[in-house]
């Protein structure tokens, strides 16, 4: 308990001995919402010359305080959210009762939201490329990658429930060792995870939303593209509803084949995402993402990644940027320009 001046005499104080009543203690404004006047009387404020521990306890305190009379009064002015649980994939949610927008791309943080019931959803890169320079961790190799309309279609099954089909329509990819001078070239259609993503919190309001991604990658390609073994993880995303910026976390593991030798490790993920509207309908974008491995003699894997968002409308999107490897095991660079729609 944090303990403070020597208490002084207090003549306001009733003389019968009674404790005054508990609207007396908490100072009001003439609308009956929390005032910050008299604050001083109710919170015990060290002066200056305190410790740096009383006077860190005194600012928690009082932040604590702030933040539950702003929760209570954000709560008092939201509206409850309409009962949306009777609709599904047959029973589509009503245009009127859609959720805002939003989407798993372009960045590696998801979000926590779904498709609406009976609605379908398209998240695709027009086209992206890949671009990886000799280094400590991948030799003297340079690799260059393209890829043609790689895109994630959704469907949404129930309110809190949507079914995902994540596939690579065209992957090309040119590896040119400079050791010895071989280069090789690996073009085809680039494998299928099919992922379901649950919300548990938050889907249809409220200052917190939670969802799991399960999901499983398929050994289906074409070119050799792929290391012939099933692989799957869990994403989890999380996301705060703060006024005017985009604010998304994801942590989450994957179980991947080994890329030396037999067996199977895990790789460990979590990313953070803000974004802010600049002008008019078009808004900017950072993330930073990082990957550990289990697997024996591997780096981790760091990215500073950037990019435009334009709202062409409620339902479509267009997204351009580019994600920038901070770490040898990393790519050195990843552009994109892609599109969300929903319909």
């Known amino acids: 308990m944090m303990s403070g001046p020597t208490p002084q005499t207090d003549r306001s104080a009733p003389t019968n001995g009674r404790t005054p009543p508990a609207s007396a203690l908490t100072p009001a404004s ?8 008299g604050m001083h009387s109710t919170i015990s404020v060290p002066p200056h010359h305190a410790g740096f521990w009383r006077q860190w306890r005194a600012f928690a305190v009082l932040s604590l305080w702030l933040a539950g009379a702003l929760r209570v009064v954000a709560e008092d002015a939201a509206e409850p959210p309409p009962d949306k649980s009777s609709y599904n994939l047959f029973n589509p949610t009503p245009r009127a009762l859609m959720r805002e927008l939003s989407a798993d791309r372009p960045d ?13 959803q398209i998240e695709m890169d027009f086209a992206n490329m890949t671009y990886n320079q000799p280094n400590s961790e991948r030799g003297n190799v340079r690799v260059t990658t393209f890829e043609t309309a790689p895109m994630n279609l959704k469907v949404g099954l129930l309110n809190n429930l949507d079914f995902q089909l994540v596939y690579t329509s065209y992957r090309w990819e040119e590896t040119d060792n400079r050791d010895t001078g071989i280069i090789e070239r690996q073009s085809g259609f680039d ?3 099919p ?15 939670l969802a799991l991604i399960p999901f499983v ?25 703060i006024p005017g910026w985009d ?14 030798g037999s067996g199977y490790h895990t790789e ?8 802010h509207r600049i002008i008019g309908k078009l808004s900017l974008s950072e993330e930073f ?24 409308n409620k339902n479509m999107r267009l997204d351009g940027g580019v994600y920038i490897g901070v770490t040898p095991a990393a790519d050195d660079w990843h552009t994109w320009v892609g599109m969300t729609w929903r319909y």
């Open 30 to 37: 003439p609308n009956g919402r929390v005032s910050l006047e």
């Open 108 to 120: 590696k943080t998801d979000c926590p939201f779904t498709v609406d019931a009976g609605h379908f």
């Open 191 to 193: 494998g299928i995870t």
């Open 195 to 209: 992922r379901f993503k649950v919300n548990l919190v938050g889907n249809d309001g409220g200052f917190f939303a």
């Open 217 to 241: 990658t398929l050994p289906v390609s074409s070119g050799n593209l792929e290391n012939g073994s099933v692989e799957g993880g869990l994403g989890i995303p999380y996301a705060f509803d």
């Open 247 to 260: 604010v998304g976390f994801q942590t989450g593991f994957q179980f991947n084949r080994n890329v030396a």
């Open 268 to 275: 460990f993920e979590n990313s953070v995402s803000i974004g």
């Open 289 to 312: 993402f990082s990957s550990v491995s289990t697997e024996r003699n591997s780096d981790w894997v760091g990215t500073v990644d950037t990019w435009l968002t334009y709202e062409v």
